[in-house]
């Protein structure tokens, strides 16, 4: 028999999934990561050329284990042993078919909310790969934008900053503190309302809590 807290999440999320598709995007809902994954894979065919972005979300639910299992061709900045190679990857991923993110937030009304820092996430989101697939946890949901970005600034963000070594006030207070600092993952701010290109954004709810 189904919670009331995974009751409250597929009605919240069908609430979502309507907006999103307002807004040019289309909306899936699993209950959860392992039905996730599987709708993931479900959508990519084999041979596609897959990239994608810094996430916990991708690697706790097990689907960057998966991807290695499959006839794809990843394109894997991690791999990269100069400055030079990364660069010439991040173009790759630019090209690719599919490239799979998390979101930092995401509003009721649909909109995507990610703060990054090198900016080679939000910039593959907006243009570039042929189709995003997004795995976000129910914990990303907030009411509207401005709680959206209170979110990312003080709940994603400084365990990241941890999580990356980052020399920040974030990574010592646990709080925001619209930092300048050389080392900051706060640069690039990316509100998504619309896609210009119908079911390009491919959003992934997930009934459980996953990533930061």
Known sequence: MATPKAIFYENQAATIIKNLEKRNMEGYYCPDGASAVQT???LMPEHSVISWGGSMTLN???LMEQLQKRDYTLIDRMTASTPEERRELYAK???????????????????????????NRVAC??????????????????????????????????????????????????????????????????????????????????GEEYGY
């Open 40 to 42: 993931a894979l479900s």
């Open 60 to 62: 706790e639910t097990g």
């Open 93 to 119: 991923a630019t090209l690719a078919d599919y490239y799979l993110m998390s979101t930092n937030a995401i509003t009721l009304d649909g909109q995507l909310v990610n703060i990054d820092g090198a900016g």
């Open 125 to 206: 989101l907006i243009h570039g790969p042929e189709n995003v697939i997004i795995l976000a946890g129910m914990n990303k949901v907030c009411p509207d934008v401005e709680s959206a970005i209170r979110r990312v600034k003080n709940c994603a963000t400084p365990p990241n900053t941890v999580r990356l070594n980052c020399k920040t006030p974030c990574a010592v207070t646990g709080i925001c503190g619209d930092c300048l600092s050389p080392e900051t993952i706060c640069c690039q701010e990316v509100i998504t309302r619309y896609s210009r290109i119908k079911g390009r954004i491919k959003v992934i709810l997930i």
